[in-house]
């Protein structure tokens, strides 16, 4: 792998005095390193990061300055955004190699990183937070432009629309809202899943100045910006940017998609060694044929030793759930899927082509989808209904609590639950989910552990009454679950409230649920003795089995994936206290404390005490731990 100094940088931007070569120059360099940082990640988003390029390059070189703010609300394009602040020296250079790990540079924008005023990521934000900015500004006395760049498959979530209303009543003539229109989103088109329709009339209609230009054309975004200045001065203004997701690298962009392809396949992830090494010299090459024009030698990237990341194996729970659903609807036709733009992470690509009919696709609009979930099962269809947990739970929040009161059933499925894949960042990380939907009424909570208890997850959602909320993590099956989940106690039919012991040991119980956690657990008990327990429901725990499970232990752990506070601790300790036993277990929960941190799958359990070796240190009997470490406190939470 190769990357280039921020020295190449300056000498390219000091060295060539055609404006819009200079921009173009710049760039290309900055695509090169945003390969090379996704590459090193092991993971980031390629697609979006190249279709913003040159509008960031503009933004950055060009039209802010002073005290002028721009940032980016869609946040996928993160790298590219990070690449380009360190070539300009806004950025450390070292940062370069730390794209997604601990310490470093995080998977989407987060204010811990200079030049991000804002957390993105969480889609539809942007203008909103824009508009506060604003009006703090006019408060302040404080004269401020404001540039926010959105993508358009980000418009589908409606608070978009709650924001431009007001901007253009306000005469917001400080926000410009730059849309990288490159028409594709997660892993598709735009107009296939949720059309925008007249994205002009849109903005007009509320009143915005509206300009379009060919966000990779240098001149015309030049124009575009200049007519912003000219014809909108006292009004908010939109500059949609025509754009090719994947553009400058002939490898990554969409229009070198075969035809009929549906699926874009660099939205996220670091590409395959020959695709890298194909993709480094067309960018290379576009770079070296700008610069030696303008009378400059070649570039110089520097060569890097680094690997990327060897990625974990094991089954992954959205795969099997997805096949686990398939089977399920094919017997029993009131089955339906909804999805909110996430058919390839949440497992359900059998679904759209066994079942296309039964298949509905909603785009990145979580509120509607969930609302619309009530309106099928009020004609007695069974809707499971998909996005990743970060978003399932909390934007639409209330329509879940509404949902129940109707007294109808519908099963929410959130993937990417937990802490880990940590590399997102925070804004993807579902770690207060359990808290967040635990106390609906009617609403179980459910996290299985491996795949055939996933199996066992899927038959009960389509049996049961209840409302479900089915909590899948998307990290890779560790081989110890694996083996787990495999022999008896996998195989055991799912009782409400009831766990299992998956590992007999001393009289410290740890009781946990999901892939992560026990695969954790298991390892530590290596170590610290302990009877592990597997107990998948999160919001339920049975009191006979609870108690029966207590009379023999000293201490009773909890570990969770999911803060300390309102999740399976909170469950079991208030269930110990009620149970009023005459010797009641010493009790502690341990989980997250604070935002989760972005980084690798171990330096991140490592850094919030989940690690088997960390849990091992924590769980130890008092005459083990280390000298001077305060003993056991009999506590709720920890």
């Known amino acids: ?158 608070q978009n629309y709650e924001a431009l209303g007001g901007a253009a ?223 399932l739970h909390a934007r639409p929040n209330e329509h879940i609590y509404n949902n129940a009161t109707e007294g109808r059933r519908v099963i929410y499925v959130g993937s990417l639950a937990g802490v880990l894949p940590a590399a997102p960042g925070h804004s993807h990380q579902a770690v207060r989910d359990v808290s967040a939907v635990g106390a609906v009424p009617g609403l179980v909570v459910l996290e299985p552990a491996g795949p055939v208890q996933v199996g066992a997850a899927v038959e009960y959602c389509a049996s049961t009454t209840d409302s479900v909320y089915l909590r899948l993590v998307s990290a890779p099956v560790p081989p110890e679950v694996v083996a787990m989940d495999a022999g008896p106690s996998g195989a055991a039919p799912l009782e409400v409230g009831r766990g299992t012991v998956v590992r007999q040991g001393g009289s410290t119980v740890a009781i946990g649920a999901g892939p992560v956690v026990l695969g954790e657990l298991l390892r530590a008990a290596e170590t610290a003795d302990l009877t592990v327990v597997n107990l998948p429901w999160l919001n339920r725990v049975d009191p006979a089995w609870l108690a029966d499970l207590a009379s023999g232990a000293e201490r009773i752990v909890v570990v969770e994936n999911h803060y300390t506070r309102g999740g399976q601790a909170d469950l079991v300790a208030r269930a110990l206290l009620e149970l009023d036993l005459p010797a009641t277990p010493r009790f502690r929960g341990v989980g997250l404390t604070g935002v989760p941190v972005c980084g690798t799958a171990d330096e991140v359990l490592d850094a919030h005490g989940l690690s088997a070796a960390r849990l091992a240190a924590t769980l130890a009997l008092p005459e083990a731990r280390p000298e001077g470490e305060t003993t056991w406190k009999p506590s709720a939470t920890s």
């Not at 390059?57 to 590219?80: I, M």
């Not at 690298?249 to 996220?268: D, K, N, V």
């Not at 989808?369 to 099962?377: I, Q």
């Open 1 to 158: 792998m190769h990357w280039l100094p921020t020295a190449e940088f300056e000498r390219v931007l000091g060295g060539i005095t055609d404006r819009h070569d200079r921009l173009r120059a710049f760039s290309a360099l900055s695509r090169i390193n945003t390969l090379y940082m996704v590459m090193r990640a092991g993971s980031g988003h390629l697609g979006s990061s190249f279709s913003a390029a040159d509008l960031v390059t503009w933004l950055l070189l060009e039209e802010t300055g002073g005290d002028d703010v721009f940032f980016s609300s869609k946040g996928h394009d993160a790298p590219g955004l990070y690449a380009a602040l360190i070539g300009l020296g806004k950025l450390d250079e070292s940062l370069v190699h730390r794209l997604r790990r601990l310490g470093g540079l995080p998977g989407h924008p987060d204010v811990r990183t200079p030049h991000m005023p804002f957390n993105t990521g969480s889609l539809g934000m942007g203008i909103s937070k824009a508009k506060g900015l604003v009006l703090a500004n006019r408060l302040l006395g404080r004269d401020q432009r404001v540039f926010v760049l959105t993508g358009d498959g980000e418009l589908q979530e409606g």
């Open 169 to 391: 009543n306000a005469g917001m003539g400080e926000l410009t809202v730059i849309v990288d229109h490159n028409k594709i989103q997660s892993d598709t088109w735009v107009g296939d899943v949720n059309d925008l329709g007249d994205l002009e009339a849109r903005f007009a209609g509320f009143g915005w100045g509206v300009l379009r230009c060919d966000g990779h054309d240098f001149g015309q975004i030049e124009k575009a910006f200049r007519r912003r200045a000219e014809q909108y001065a006292g009004r908010p203004a939109v500059i949609i940017a025509d754009t090719v997701k994947g553009g400058g690298c002939p490898t990554f962009a969409a229009t070198s998609m075969p035809l009929g392809e549906w699926r874009y396949r660099f939205h996220s992830g670091a590409p395959a060694p020959d695709v890298y090494a194909q993709a480094h010299a067309e960018l290379l090459h576009t770079a070296d044929t700008i610069v030696t024009r303008n009378g400059l030698t070649k570039l110089a990237p520097r060569a890097s030793d680094a690997r990327p990341p060897v990625k974990a194996t094991g089954p992954s729970l959205p795969e099997v759930y997805g096949r686990a659903l398939l089977d399920a609807a094919l017997r029993d036709e009131r089955i339906v899927a909804m999805d909110a733009d996430l058919v390839l992470d949440t497992g359900l690509i059998p679904f759209t082509e066994k079942l296309p009919e039964r298949f509905i696709e909603c785009g990145i609009a979580e509120q509607d989808m969930v609302s619309m979930a009530s309106g099928l099962a009020a004609r007695g269809l069974v809707p499971f209904v998909h996005s990743f947990s970060c978003f």
